[in-house]
Every structure is written in C-alpha cells, then in structure tokens.
C-alpha cells in the first residue's frame, strides 16, 4: 500500500480536520487568521493527524468529531514548533515557502506559534480527559526540551551519538508517538495497545528525523522544499555530520570545527563536507539507522492484537513512505 492509498481512504476525515484547523484559527485580530492561514496552506502532508485517526480507528473508534478535533490540536502544536524553530532556527524557507518569520518578522512568528498552543490547550479542556491532556503536554514538554538541547549544543562536536538520539527523540520522535497513543486513549484502547502504539510512534519518529538529517546532506532540493546542507550552515551538528567527525583524522576534524563555528560558510565549504560524507558513508549509515527504527515500528504493530487490525497496514504506509520518498533511489548497503 502506497501513501496515496492512505489519503485516499482517509479522504473525508481529513476535509473534516481541515475545516477543524480553518474553524479553530479564527480570531478578531487579524494578524492571527491571516499567518495561520499561509502557513496552514502551506502544503503540509498531515501526518501526525493522519496518526490519531488510523490509530483510534486501529483501537475500534471511527474517526468521528472528537477523534477529528484532537488531529487538528496536534497539528496545531506541530505547527507551532515549526513557527518557533524557525525564529531559533532563522530559516527562510520550509516546504518550498517562505516561512513565517521571514515573511512577517521573527515576532509575528512566535506570537502566532503560541496563539496555536493556546488554542490547542482550550480544545482540549472542552473535552477534559485527564489523561489525554497529560500525555500531550507531557511530549509537548519534552519536544521543548529537545528544541533547548538543540540550540544549546548547537556548533558543538564534543557530543555523544547517544546525546544525538536523546535530541531526536525528544525534538521529533515524542509529538510522533502521541499522535499515536492520542488514538488510543479516544478510543479507551487496552494498555497494551496503548504502548504498543506509543513503542511504534517511537521509533516511527526516529526513523523520520534521522531521514530527514540525512537528506539535509544528499537530497533533493524539490523533494526537501529546502536546499540541502541547511543544518550544516545553521551549525547543527546532525547524525551524518557526527558520524564522519568520529571517523575522520585530526587534520579533518580541526576542518569540521572551523566549518561548524564559522556562522558564513560556503556553499563549497558545504560540498567539501559531503564529498567526505560521501567517502564514510555516513549518510548510509544513519538511512541503514533509520531503517532499524522503521522495522522494528512495523514489527511492534504486526505482534499487536487489536479491534480492527486492518488499519494497521495504513500505519505502516505511512512510516514506510516517510522513510522511502527521500530514499527509494538510494541503495543501501
Ligand atoms: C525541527 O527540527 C524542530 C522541532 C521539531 C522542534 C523544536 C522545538 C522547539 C523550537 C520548541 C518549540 C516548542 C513549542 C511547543 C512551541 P529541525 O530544525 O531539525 O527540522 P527542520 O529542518 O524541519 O527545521
Ligand atoms: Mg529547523
């Protein structure tokens, strides 16, 4: 099964989270309605809500308003760590657009990011289920630790492959794997599907940073709606970039830290990078990393007992083409 398979099927649910989003961004202040609407029409793929929906109905709830409402609230939260990341980040462009603070200022970026997070808070305190409402801010708690260990590590190399797990667990892996648990729960699924699903949306979330750290070095710019070597110009020292430093002499190494504090590198100085990234197949190695994740995702849910275990196919789809659409045309050794 394809992702076009998954969207698809979920073609109706997903208008429905799409009227939620346009409906619940609506505000007297202009400025709100206005940037949430660029950005919200910016092309995203929706998969975080595309979770929750398979997953409830995965645990035997259709996907009826309430399981609707709680995708747009994830993805409003998805959306303000976007907006946010992009302030700390000063990034100029996101699937292939200009970003927020680009286009309206670093202030507008922030000050939308957290009408997006208080209008998520007051979604789900109409319905007060205390137990979705601590397992949301639980993650978004440690997504926010993530983003603070990224930028305080931010142009250091003395750090562990471990700690750079630690950082994609918590930055991406974490919102991933509620978005999966938040079906569950709707759906007041057993606490063995529960973790199943929280176990799945785990390592799913890992596979797809470290895809997308992978492609940051070799991908395709129309696929990225970035250029690649964003992370390596923004002194992001992602899994590839570790990798070949510790497999690099000393002469290489005092080469990456200069590259790494110097906040004007070059497009060359960027090629110089990935010709050696090349030669280490350190890319290689964090897409074979991701495929270990991405496998044991997929083998967590096959050994799962649930209600409707169709659906778990459409889960797999979705990590399988998260994973293959940057890398199909790669090979993998
Ligand atoms: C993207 O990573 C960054 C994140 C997924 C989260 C970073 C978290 C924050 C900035 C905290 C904000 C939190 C809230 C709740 C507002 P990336 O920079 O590797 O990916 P990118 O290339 O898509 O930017
Ligand atoms: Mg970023």
Redesign the pocket.
Known sequence: MDFNAVTRRFKEELVRVEESIRKNYESDVPLIPGISSYLMSGGGKRVRPLLTLISSNLCGREADDLVVKHGCVIEY?HS???????V??E?TI?RGNETVNSKWGSDASILV??FL?SRAILMLAEDCNPRIIRAIAEA?KI??E???L??THARKLEISKKHCLDVIYR??AS?ISVSCQMGALLADASEEQEQALVSFGNDFGMAF?LV??AM?YDGDEDLLG?PPG??FK?G?V?FPLLHLYQNSDRAMQNKIESFIQDENVSQKDFEFILDNLRETKSVEYTLNLAREYLDRAKNTLRQGSFQSPEYVDYLIAIADHTVDRYTAAKTCS
């Open positions: 939260i303000a760590t976007l907006l946010h990341d992009d700390v980040d990034t996101r990011g957290d997070i978004t997504l926010v993530g983003g603070i990224e930028y930055k991406t919102i940073q997308d750290d940051d970035k964003t992370d923004e992001h992602t």
